[in-house]
Nanobody, 124 residues
Framework: VQLQASGGGLVQAGGSLRLSCAASGGTFSRYAMGWFRQAPGKEREFVAAYNLSGNKIWSDSVKGRFTISRENARNTAYLQMNSLKPEDTAVYYC???????????????????WGQGTQVTVSS
């Protein structure tokens, strides 16, 4: 499957952005979908994901502020980000996998497919 992330940009602290991840080349509904982010000089960090059962898993750092959703008919996943903070600044990546187990979701090395990333910058 091929993934294309979009929707990043520059926003002030407290603002909102919605990221999209468009998938092609696979049966989208059969994939776990995840969002990760990577700030300069830091390791890629888990943000949120749907596991293969359709359950949502969150990072504690974004719980209550970010919402993950997906539209299987449109082959698209979304990350709605509210109450953004400067520390949310990073390149955001979407990921997909057909076999990943829930216990491995938070580690980026276990995901097979990646989008190209979209920059999110939050100014203070």
């Amino acid at each position: 499957v091929q993934l294309q992330a979009s929707g990043g940009g520059l926003v002030q602290a407290g603002g909102s952005l919605r990221l999209s991840c468009a998938a092609s080349g696979g049966t989208f509904s059969r994939y776990a979908m995840g969002w990760f982010r990577q700030a300069p000089g830091k390791e890629r960090e888990f943000v949120a994901a749907y596991n293969l059962s359709g359950n949502k898993i969150w990072s504690d750092s974004v719980k209550g502020r970010f919402t993950i959703s997906r539209e299987n008919a449109r082959n698209t996943a979304y990350l709605q980000m509210n109450s953004l903070k400067p520390e949310d600044t990073a390149v955001y990546y979407c990921a997909a996998d057909r076999r990943i187990i829930t216990g491995a979701l938070r580690n980026y090395v276990h995901w097979d497919y990646w989008g190209q990333g979209t920059q999110v910058t939050v100014s203070s």
